[in-house]
């Protein structure tokens, strides 16, 4: 194992966007037998700092790659776009009008059961605006044979994901305040 390997070399996967997330775990596990610092205990505490170290940079990769937005993010950078989402904002307008309906309707949503099936609802477009921010985000990154991805794109399609989990973070504490 080397620390410099990026994400997916260290854990032996190809460099794209879609991945399996049984195969991802089976290798955390794998790759955290491998460097479990109570492995090296015989080896000195200089062994087990070192292994300690290993096990941090797995468990680092590993939260990357299982999740979707993180892993977008990452290969985003590793290939030169970098989301930056603390200082590029910068979203088409249709989807800031989109992002502001949802705003209003979680706002003006009655409280109370009454509020229940409207957010509902709510919730449901949002699930579908997620999946379909994903897939795009998929087809820019993961390309077809014959087109070349376009991570600039993709790093726009990103940024709008956070935005999306955000809202439905706040839409589902909600919805948990409701029942």
């Not at 990026?6 to 955290?32: M, S, Y």
Request: proline share 4%; hydrophobic share 45%.
């Amino acid at each position: 194992m080397n620390l410099q390997s990026n994400d997916f070399e260290l854990f032996g996967v190809t460099v794209r966007f879609a991945q399996d997330r049984d195969k991802l775990d089976a290798r955390w596990k794998d790759l955290q037998r491998e460097a479990h610092p109570d492995k090296f205990a015989a080896q000195g505490a200089a062994a087990q700092r070192v292994a300690m170290q290993w096990s941090v940079r797995i468990n680092e990769a590993y939260q990357r790659l299982k999740d979707p937005l993180k892993r977008a993010a990452y290969l985003c950078e590793l290939h030169g776009a970098p989301v930056n989402a603390e200082s590029n904002t910068a979203m088409p307008g249709s989807f800031l009008m989109q992002q502001m309906e949802w705003r209003e309707a979680l706002d003006d949503a009655p409280s109370g059961a009454a509020g229940t099936g409207t957010l509902q609802s709510l919730l449901q477009e949002v699930v579908v605006a997620h999946a379909a921010a994903i897939r795009a985000v998929e087809s820019l990154i993961d390309a077809t044979p014959g087109t070349s991805p376009d991570f600039l794109a993709a790093a726009q399609h990103v940024r709008a994901l956070m935005f999306i989990q955000r809202f439905q973070r706040d839409l589902d504490d909600r919805l948990d305040q409701l029942v």
